[in-house]
């Protein structure tokens, strides 16, 4: 009688690697994302909790800051009313021209021997000067003046036109300039 | 049972890997149960914070303006302000600059039209620059005739917007002498009124401080002269205010 072994031990399936690795990461993948919701838990309540706290107390000081303003509205009137005020006076002065400037400069054709019998200033800047000259030396005098005048930039487009000569010697001089814009103020 | 019997082993060697996965599941829940709603809580929080941070500060400067403040003198100012640009057309107190003017300078204001001839030179200019200038007031035509020295008109023209009266706008000056030998002037000008906007806006709105040219002119009004009235003038000014309205 010849001897009949049986092999009882099922021979094993092998895992898929998949599975596997499954077994073997999915323990510590869930035991990191566990700690790491807990830490950022954690932090946002504290977070809320601290910024809350700042909150209340800025609240607070800004409804005692409001309180003290509002008990303050006569002064607060006051001041908002004279700023407007003022911004508009000076936004009105910024635009003004009253010639004060060009008028004291002119007045240098009103000194012996050249007379200002007349001027037409505009703020558009257009300046009509009638100058009556004593003699050819006070137009020369005139010429002077001028010549300095426009290398000082202080006219533009000089024309001196309608010279006229009268019985009596006297020159009667038309004068056309462009004073700078600093001059109209 | 057989079934069972063939899944039980599976389940024991597996059980740890299943409930890892089951707790990644339960912490994902979690996440956008809790965790999501409260970042999106600490985003808000913190934009509220720095709003009212924000909203602190302005009441703060806003505070350290009005504290200052003395209301008297600021009634006084205002009240000066007011008389430099008044809300309607005023045409007694720009009777009395030109008046204060005539004493201060001794040049005569002759004539004062308050509307411009339609044939004037450059009356449409005019116009268009008065327009321009409307944005910051309403424009009255004052047109003025003077006679004096030549001083004494420079003298007025100087004179004008000292801020102790009424502005003007001078858009063109005519200077002529005439036959007696006398110094004429004409001036076309404008000058203003204003509707102050009298809303003061919410508590917390912000107070802007003075810069460099409010300043000068806050110091340039509270040096000038007050323009002093006589008798009959203060009578005048008991009447109405706009003679033409």
Redesign the interface.
């Known amino acids: 009688m010849s001897k009949r072994s049986i092999n009882l031990v099922l021979p094993l399936k092998p895992e898929p690697p998949l599975l596997k690795k499954m077994r073997l990461y999915l323990p510590i993948a869930s035991g990191v994302i566990t700690f790491i919701f807990v830490i950022i838990f954690i932090s946002t309540l504290i977070f809320l909790r601290i910024r809350n706290d700042q909150y209340e107390s800025m609240l607070a000081q800004s409804q005692l800051l409001e309180s003290q303003i509002t008990a303050q509205k006569e002064e607060e009137g006051l001041y908002v009313l004279t700023y407007r005020m003022l911004g508009t006076i000076e936004k009105i002065l910024s635009k003004t021209t009253t010639f004060s400037k060009l008028t004291s400069d002119i007045s240098v054709f009103n000194s012996t021997p050249l007379i200002l019998t007349g001027f037409s200033l505009s703020s558009k800047g257009d300046a009509n000067l009638t100058i009556h000259a004593d003699n050819a030396d006070a137009l020369s005098q005139l010429i002077d003046i001028l010549s300095k005048a426009d290398d000082e930039k202080k006219y533009a487009n000089i024309i001196a036109s309608n010279v006229i000569r009268n019985e009596e010697g006297l020159y009667t001089v038309t004068l056309t300039f462009k004073p700078n814009p600093d001059l109209l103020k | 049972m057989k079934k069972n019997s063939t899944m039980l082993p599976l389940f024991i060697?597996?059980e740890?890997?299943l409930?890892?996965?089951i707790?990644?599941c339960f912490?994902t829940i979690?996440?956008f149960a809790?965790?999501i709603p409260?970042?999106t809580?600490?985003d808000a929080?913190?934009r509220?914070?720095d709003a009212?941070?924000t909203?602190?500060e302005r009441?703060?400067n806003?505070?350290r303006?009005?504290?200052p403040?003395q209301?008297e003198d600021?009634?006084s100012?205002?009240t000066r302000?007011?008389s430099?640009?008044p809300g309607v057309a005023d045409y007694v107190s720009i009777l009395n600059t030109l008046n204060a003017l005539e004493r201060k300078t001794g040049a005569i204001v002759s004539t004062t039209d308050f509307k411009i001839p339609a044939d004037s030179a450059?009356a449409s200019?005019?116009s268009d620059?008065i327009q321009?200038?409307s944005?910051?007031?309403t424009p009255i035509w004052v047109m003025i005739g003077l006679s004096g020295s030549?001083e004494q008109?420079?003298g007025f023209?100087?004179a004008?917007?000292k801020?102790d009266g009424r502005?003007?706008?001078?858009?063109?000056?005519?200077?002529?002498?005439n036959d007696s030998g006398n110094d004429e002037l004409k001036l076309v000008t404008s000058t203003?009124s204003?509707k102050?906007?009298?809303d003061?806006?919410s508590?917390?709105s912000s107070?802007?401080p003075?810069d460099k040219?409010?300043k000068s002119?806050?110091s340039a009004i509270d040096t000038a002269p007050v323009i002093d009235k006589n008798d009959d003038e203060v009578s005048t000014m008991s009447g109405k205010t706009d003679l033409f309205n």
Do not use: C, H, W
Request: proline residues 2%.
């Open positions: 060697k597996y740890i890997a409930a890892s996965f707790i990644i912490v979690l996440t809790f965790l409260n970042v809580k600490m929080i913190i509220e914070n009212l941070a909203k602190i009441l703060k806003k505070e303006i009005l504290s403040i209301p600021y009634k100012r205002y302000t007011r430099i640009l450059g200019e005019i620059a321009a200038a944005s910051s007031g030549y008109l420079k023209l100087s004008l917007n801020l502005l003007f706008n001078v858009y063109q000056a005519n200077y002529s002498k203003y204003y102050l906007n009298t003061l806006g508590v917390d107070l802007p003075f040219g409010k002119i806050l």
